[in-house]
């Protein structure tokens, strides 16, 4: 392949590719090894990578990538790096999702992160300050295992929710705007938590039953649909009551997941901006159940779920 491809003598040629596999042998062994976590949120499942001695994360996108592969590496909806903290805060998180993208925030990923590093560092039940790209969010360890998240409050409108979408409400809010997409007008609720949803009650005016929907079909002609030029998470909402919702997504980055936590809180933030929920509600996932408040009196959102170890391993990278 090299000899014909650089047309050289044969000795010339053999030189080279012994060059080629010296550089090949050396890049192998440069192959650090990596020690990480692997922890789960409802099944929500994340690679976590203790980064604190550097800045930046110290996987590329592309390895991240491949570690999320199911079959191939060791599989995941994302990678997720503890990084030093910015400002007053105890850390930082950052996220690649399993297509190697970077959102700004994941909900069940920093319930998971919590736990790791109170794990690591042997800590008692306590309450983190983590720098996300979506701003502070405060994750605190109960003592029944679960974990309750100061998600922050959510952005209804501006350059956080990228939709072209028509506003429909004063302020600049999209709710229940119709889209027309594979036959049916769905009706839509953009919320931003950091990063973006567009969250659907509705479709041709009829309420959402979860169970009939191809998520797998539909799911990508929402992410990628130009209405949404940062693509979209996309949550599938069917009210059971006014504080109980049954949901399936389709994440941006990672496709069908077992359950995400900023989709949970956006759908009650929609929920209650179509008068449809109360703001305290149960989010029955495939994964199972979040409870999420959407506090009146200082407009934050506060989710409790669970963060469990799966297992602990090593990989050269
Ligand atoms: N599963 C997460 C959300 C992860 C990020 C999302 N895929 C995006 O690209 O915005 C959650 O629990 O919030």
């Not at 040629?13 to 192959?31: F, I, N, S, T």
């Not at 939709?163 to 931003?192: D, F």
Request: net charge neutral; charged share 20%.
């Amino acid at each position: 392949m090299i000899q014909q491809r650089f047309s050289q003598p044969a000795a010339a040629a053999g030189r080279r590719g012994a060059r080629l596999q010296v550089r090949a042998a050396a890049a192998a062994a440069a192959k650090t090894t990596l020690n990480f976590k692997k922890y789960q949120g409802l099944g929500n499942d994340f690679i976590l990578v203790d980064n604190r001695h550097a800045p930046e994360p110290i996987l590329t996108p592309d390895q991240a990538a491949a570690l999320c592969d199911r079959n191939f590496g060791i599989g995941g909806d994302g990678v997720i790096f503890a990084l030093p903290p910015v400002g007053a805060t105890d850390l930082t998180m950052r996220i690649y999702n399993s297509d190697g993208s970077e959102p700004e925030m994941c909900g069940n990923g920093i319930r998971c992160l919590a736990r790791f590093v109170a794990d690591v560092d042997g800590a008692a039940a306590r309450k983190y300050r983590i720098h996300t790209l979506a701003g502070l969010i405060q994750p605190e360890l109960l003592g029944d295992g679960q974990v309750c998240v100061d998600m922050g409050e959510p952005i209804l409108d501006g350059p956080r929710v990228p939709t072209t979408l028509p506003p429909t409400r004063e302020g600049g809010a999209v709710v229940e705007a119709p889209l027309p997409l594979a036959g049916r007008r769905w009706g839509i609720t953009c919320v931003s938590m950091g990063n973006p949803h567009a969250v659907i009650y509705s479709a041709n005016g009829a309420p959402i039953k979860v169970d009939d929907l191809d998520i797998f079909d539909i799911g990508p002609q929402f992410e990628s649909n130009t209405v949404f030029p940062a693509r979209t998470n996309t949550e599938f909402v069917e009210v059971l009551n006014r504080g109980h919702v049954r949901m399936v997504v389709w994440e941006r980055g990672a496709g069908r997941t077992l359950a995400c936590g900023t989709g949970a809180c956006a759908t009650v933030v929609a929920g209650v901006l179509e008068g449809k929920v109360d703001r305290r509600c149960r989010v029955d996932l495939p994964g199972g159940p979040l409870h999420i408040e959407w506090r009146e009196a200082d407009n934050r959102i506060y989710m409790t779920g669970p963060a469990e170890l799966a297992f602990s391993g090593q990989v050269a990278v």
